[in-house]
């Protein structure tokens, strides 16, 4: 059921949101939070979370690694909070728990 909402929301995922997203998320201080990430299946979903994570307003840089089962995100605390940020993993049907911050 998760993987279901997972493709949906990737499959409307499109450059000109990413494009709008990264021109939104320039201004501000950022901080940078690492999950360990329970849940991946294959390189697929590790994509796919760094794809959506990066379209969150707010959210500057996302890198996330399969093989390691860890995102690393880069955002704006002023325009999006760490427990939004996970809460948009969990609705993705992942777990994630917070690894270090910088």
């Known amino acids: 059921m998760h993987r279901r909402r997972f493709v949906q929301m990737m499959t409307l995922a499109s450059a000109g949101t990413l494009a709008a997203v990264e021109v939104a998320a ?3 201080e950022t901080t940078t939070v690492s999950y360990k990430v329970r849940g991946f299946t294959c390189v697929t979903c590790a994509v796919g979370l760094e ?3 990066g379209q969150q307003k707010g ?3 996302v890198k996330a690694t399969y093989s390691d089962g860890l995102v690393i995100v880069k955002y704006d605390p002023s325009i999006i909070t760490e427990p939004a940020l996970r809460g948009f993993i969990s609705d993705l049907g992942f777990t994630a728990e917070p690894e270090h911050r910088g």
């Open 26 to 28: 320039r201004a501000g």
């Open 59 to 61: 959210v500057k840089r």
């Open 51 to 53: 794809t959506m994570l």
